[in-house]
Every structure is written in structure tokens, then in C-alpha cells.
């Protein structure tokens, strides 16, 4: 019986906004799809831009690429979504949270192995406790790994070398999609990865998520903001010139078309 190595991309045609292009599928249509990835599948990744990458992306367009290879590039943002609707777009919104936890919950079966590569030991431990039926892969790659060229290659045989159904790396922005990418070019690798940012840490209880009705309404960075405030306020406050910069650039440029 012959076996699925590959699989195309699943939208017919990204949307382009803001210099980023999205699918554009809701969770359920996202969580199928992932039904069908197994370990023995080639591997391909997904990322889940917000406002954060966005801004970076436009500062650094080397990166551009790593997203644009994705197998999915979600939209993570709600104020995002929103401003998309003005122009006419309609980006779907899929947290890497949400999409993390459902993949948990729902598609994941006693046996499946999971690879994790995590900033701290003891979030590996309390995934590996709540999901006793799972078999885990544990990398904790040093602190700054953007700069350490080396260390940064170690976790991307980590993950060839570990094949599993699905790979979550929540270990921040960009040094995680970098990863994924360059792992994603090696034929031995395997499965489906992630980058999930702190999905695997609302999972563990070690940080708690936003109400539902302040993520339906757009303003759940309110809520993380005000429960780390020493971390993200520079990074949401800083992020609003360049992103106001970025929303006019695109409205201005299909005006004029």
C-alpha cells in the first residue's frame, strides 16, 4: 500500500496583506487536515503570524521567505483580521493556541509520538504528565540561539533526527519558523511542525489565556499585556507606528488599483 510523502498546499490561493500571505481556513478546516498528517509524512510546517511577525517581516524581508514556504501561514491576530475586512480580504482568524490545544485534545492518539522543543525543562515534564498515552521527543536548546549558529543547527537535526507526528517549537519568534524551515529542506525529516510561541505554557497552566469574549473582540493583547507587562508592553506599543505604517502602504496601493 502506497504511502503519502507530500501534500500540495490546501487553498487554492494565499491572500496577500500586509506583505504576508495567508490561507485563509477556519480552525475546523485546519484541524482536518491535520488529521491526515502522520509521522511517516514528509515534513511540513506551519506558522501563525501576528502583529509582532508582521512588523519584523517588513523590517527584515529575509525572513519573508520562511513564511511564504509554510505548508500554512494562519493569520493570529484579531486586530489583524479586522483590518483585513476593511479592505476587503477576509482573513480568517486561527490562534496558534487554540490550534495547539485542539491538536492535543482531538487529533493526537495514545502512541503518537510528539517532539517538543521548549525553553524550560519543566513545561516538557507537565506536557509529558498530562499526556501520559503520548510518546515525547525533549530538546532544550540554550538561551539567544540566533546567535549561536551551531546550537541553532542542533535543534534542526534534533528534529530530523526524531521523527514524529507533530513537532511544536515554542521557543519565540523568528528562531522558531527559522527552524522549522530549515528542517523542513531535509528529505529524512518527518511530520508536521509548529511553531506555537507560549501555547504549550497556557496547555501546562503556567500562563493563563485571555476570557473568550476579550479574544472575540480583538483586545486579548490588553490581557497579556496586563498579566507581563515587563515583556510585551514595549513590544505591543512599539508595534502600532509600523503597523498603522503598513495598513495605509496597503490600502493606499488598492486605492490606486
Given at each position: ?18 506583505g504576508?500571505?495567508?490561507d ?20 511540513r510546517?506551519?506558522v ?158 503556567d ?15 490588553m ?25 495605509w ?9
Amino acid at each position: 500500500m502506497s504511502t503519502l510523502l507530500d501534500q500540495p498546499r490546501l487553498a487554492p490561493e494565499r491572500i496577500q496583506f500586509l506583505g504576508v500571505s495567508f490561507d485563509c481556513l477556519n480552525q475546523s478546516e485546519v484541524v482536518a487536515q491535520l488529521q491526515a498528517r502522520h509521522s511517516n509524512h514528509a515534513l511540513r510546517y506551519v506558522v501563525t503570524p501576528n502583529v509582532d511577525h508582521i512588523v519584523r517581516l517588513a523590517a527584515q524581508p529575509a525572513l519573508l521567505a520562511t513564511y511564504q514556504q509554510a505548508w500554512l501561514c494562519l493569520c493570529d491576530s484579531k486586530p489583524i483580521e479586522v483590518l483585513s475586512k476593511t479592505v476587503g480580504s477576509s482573513l480568517t482568524h486561527v490562534t496558534g493556541s487554540d490550534l495547539t490545544k485542539a491538536i492535543f485534545n482531538n487529533v493526537l492518539v495514545a502512541g503518537d509520538v510528539v517532539t517538543l522543543i521548549v525553553a524550560q525543562d519543566e513545561v516538557a515534564n507537565k506536557m509529558a504528565a498530562k499526556y501520559p498515552h503520548l510518546s515525547f521527543n525533549v530538546h532544550v536548546p540554550p538561551f539567544d540561539i540566533l546567535n549561536r549558529p551551531d546550537d541553532l543547527q542542533t535543534v534542526v537535526n534534533f528534529i530530523v533526527d526524531h521523527p514524529a507526528r507533530f513537532t511544536f517549537v515554542a521557543i519565540g519568534s523568528p528562531q522558531s519558523e527559522i527552524i522549522v524551515s530549515r528542517a523542513s529542506d531535509a528529505k529524512a525529516a518527518r511530520g508536521t511542525a509548529l511553531c506555537v510561541g507560549a501555547s504549550l505554557e497556557f496547555i501546562t497552566g503556567d500562563r493563563v489565556r485571555a476570557p473568550g469574549w476579550m479574544n472575540r473582540s480583538g483586545i486579548e493583547w490588553m490581557h497579556r499585556v496586563a498579566t507581563e507587562p515587563r515583556r510585551l508592553w514595549r513590544r505591543y506599543l512599539f508595534a502600532i507606528p509600523p503597523l498603522a505604517k503598513l495598513y495605509w502602504r496597503e490600502l493606499t496601493a488598492r486605492l490606486l488599483r
